[in-house]
């Protein structure tokens, strides 16, 4: 079913409809907005096998994985529930007015979160359900308050008119202002362009490529009013592996790595697309482990022919550079819209020199980089540039010996990893999902986990206000009961 | 004693020297850092009576107030050390693993908020203390663990020069790396170009005028690597004043508000500039009142020549617009760099349809809105562009029955006041100094009170890190004892 692009008329409608529904979903309480966040995961749920049949045709996904973003995504609208019905997110914090402090009185003066304004979220591709139409993005703007427009992701239209209606259906059970939540399809890039532009936009949810994100980020820098634009770009999360620990782990390493690599075709954010080590025998009799999980996968379809096809000419070019190898790959030929896993491996001084190896190759791809010791590792590892996740395989004691590497990471990602693989991004309070630019456009906001919510919220302070024209968080006798500063201490009393 | 402009070599040296002291001082736990921002304030106040002589002789300011405003910067860095040396500012967040859960083992995982890397901070000519060279900005950047690197303020270069020579005593004292503070001078904006721009630089502090803050903010737009720039920048602190409750206070609410206007001659970010209230009898009572009090103010001497200038320029602007009309001002002619206080009034009509009459004046100056009736007051609100502050003079049973205006004035500023006036900002944790574009270039940071540290931080999560690996604040133990989100639940056992 070919969907039509919003016009311009249509962007100017939906944000004017938006703008009036966050004049009154502003002050919904966490318990209303809870419930609608509720409904909306109740109304998913109800889609039933229609929906993961759509999704599943759309995509190329299998079941297994639609069925479990699915509960992804029902999870975070509960999750995010939960967060707001409990309330202590909000960051109150209260300081008693000192009325004979001297030489001036102290004010009273109150603050706390409250949302921003309309949202802009653009689908992703690689998620049709837990990143796009009721995804991460949109269950924290709509639980800080804010209201959400999405742009649907072209490749999976109908799923997100499936999800759409699921919310609009929970958008009556409600009683939530129509403009809460509203859809529009656009193929253009300048559909997506007059969404960030338009002047009743205050923020843009993104997850997709560099290129993608980085315009958006351009088009509202160059606003007359800029917005936050939250945009999950571009990570090639390297994993390394340290010499000692490998040699005793060498085909159990191999065994973790490759399906991280692999699952869904390599089409996660998380996926590691680089495995750094130090050349020695160990390491090359890892190389044959990878190359021997890596030829047991067969090709598989890809998310659309776009992202197959780019992947194909990513792979051919990166290969194409001097002294890289292929090292592995399936016999099977792929068909179209597919891609084949296959890993490479070049040398560090190759690596160090040229800038198209440091490239993130979207799918079941990884570079292996060969260091010719400990020190080249180092310079390696400190010419990457910033990532989501990185990873160390290495046991205790040989961590212990490189504190000086745990000391570089830390200033390249938004998570480190010790002996795990940085796919499988647990959605929950402690989880850090963004990095330095050019990993996001903001390292110090996360679109996973409870914290998302903070994206879309700024600090109100209220100075000498009357107990009754205080939001209920902020009024003296907390009738909430949630966690506030109060002179200084923390306290839900 | 004239200072000679940093050259590109010495900015790229300092930065270089900046990146070096940020490899250790990140790592410094908040007790060392504590220290060091107390020793500061001790070497601070060591300077005694030179440090207020010369800040006298270089902004024309009072011996009062330059010695409320070092007691206010000292205060500033203490409270800062007392943040950190507690630690539950790092908003540690730990979620265990669950190893027996299915489909999938959740791995241990747990975050807090590390700091971005090497801070440059322009110093502020309204503050020659608080924000500049050891202001707030400097404070806060230094307890998240980032060294500084200061331009200097040209008008008061050698006040800067003095605090500057305190930091590095205290540095000396502490034994902390040199580079964490580096003082630089530049009176060309190549200087603070270059500062913005250079690859190793991870944030920006500023305070000033909307075109110097814009200009910083749009450099770093076009870096490879963006970066967050806290601009806070324009803002004219409309006071809104409701007729039932001014019909009972004329002369009293004059007698606050004047002050509020013409303290150290205007020179406050947030300096009431816009007076509103419906035209009657009261209202015109109250303006001829606060004429009265205008006219006892004498001409006081600005920050600088330019200041003073640039304040007669806009003053006369103003006069100049169609339907405006002077109020009142003192007998008394300003002599060279003085500014003489002065109000006017306008028409609701004029303000609506005139953006020049929005404008900032920088000094004590402000112009009273005249609205027919309460809905065209509600007309000049809802038309207002985005403030530091917002201020409602009326009494409770008034502003309950204007609710609606309670709304709108929620979107339009970071800190609301009832009854009160804006300048006199507490240094305390609900003080939200900030506010929507163009007021700060980010409002959803403050660069007063304890908040101002999260300019300077992002969070790090780690997956399943060996607990002698992880940093102290997230150890299993809690050996800090900070309060800490552990499998969703807050404690600090």
């Known amino acids: 079913m070919p969907f039509i692009d919003a016009t311009l008329a249509e962007i100017d409608a939906a944000l004017k409809e938006a703008q009036t529904a966050f004049l009154s979903v502003k002050n919904f309480s966490g318990k209303q907005k809870g419930r609608f966040l509720r409904s909306i995961a109740d109304e998913i749920d109800a889609l039933g096998q229609t929906l993961v049949a759509k999704a599943m045709e759309e995509t190329a996904l299998p079941e297994i994985r639609i069925v479990s973003e699915r509960a992804r995504t029902t999870g975070h609208l509960r999750m995010f529930a939960n967060l707001i019905e409990e309330g202590s997110w909000l960051e109150a914090r209260i300081d008693t007015a000192i009325p004979d402090r001297v030489p001036a009185p102290k004010p009273d003066l109150r603050k706390m979160l409250i949302p921003i304004g309309p949202v802009v979220v653009f689908g992703a591709s690689n998620f049709p359900l837990a990143y796009s139409t009721a995804g991460g993005d949109t269950a924290s703007a709509l639980a800080a308050g804010c209201p959400v427009i999405i742009k649907a992701h072209p490749a999976h239209a109908e799923t997100s008119e499936l999800v759409a209606g699921a919310i609009q259906r929970a958008i009556k059970k409600c009683e939530m202002p129509k403009g809460t939540f509203q859809h529009l399809h656009g193929t253009a890039f300048d559909v997506g362009k007059a969404l960030v ?5 205050k923020a843009v949810g993104f997850t997709g490529s560099f290129a993608g994100g980085k315009a958006l980020f351009d088009i509202s820098n160059q606003r007359r009013e800029p917005i936050p634009v939250f945009a999950e770009m571009s990570s090639i999360n390297p994993v390394i592996v340290l010499p000692e620990t490998l040699g005793l ?3 159990e390493t191999a065994k973790k790595l490759v399906p991280s690599i692999t699952l869904n075709v390599g089409q996660f954010c998380t996926d590691p697309g680089l495995i750094i080590g130090v050349e020695n025998e160990d390491f090359e009799k890892f190389i ?8 047991k996968i067969p090709p598989g379809t890809m998310l659309h022919q776009g992202i ?10 990166t290969l194409a550079q001097d002294a890289v190898h292929q090292e592995g790959q399936s016999d099977i030929e792929p068909t179209q819209a597919q891609g084949k896993a296959l890993i490479a491996s070049t040398t560090a001084q190759e690596f160090l020199k040229n800038p198209v190896l440091a490239e993130e190759v979207f799918g079941p791809f990884s570079l292996i980089v060969k260091c010719k010791d400990i020190a080249e590792l180092y310079s ?5 540039r910033d990532q989501l996740t990185t990873t160390v395989i290495a046991d205790v004691s040989e961590l212990l010996r490189h504190s000086g590497l745990m000391n570089i990471i830390r200033e390249k990602a938004g998570r480190l990893i010790i002996n795990g693989v940085p796919t499988g991004v647990e959605v929950c309070p402690p989880m850090q999902h963004g990095g330095p630019f050019p990993a996001t456009t903001d390292s110090r906001f996360t679109s996973v986990g409870t914290d998302a919510i903070k994206r879309f919220v700024r600090p109100l302070a209220f100075q000498n206000f009357p107990d009754s024209l205080l939001p209920d968080e902020l009024k003296q006798s907390n009738p909430l009961g949630i966690w506030r500063l109060t002179n200084s201490q923390w306290a839900r009393t």
Do not use: S
């Open 249 to 251: 782990n060498v085909a």
């Open 288 to 295: 044959k482990a990878l190359a021997e999980e890596i030829e």
């Open 197 to 201: 532009q338009h002047p009743l936009t």
């Open 380 to 384: 390696v590892v400190n010419h990457l």
């Open 308 to 317: 197959a096809d780019n992947y194909e000419k990513k792979v051919k070019q």
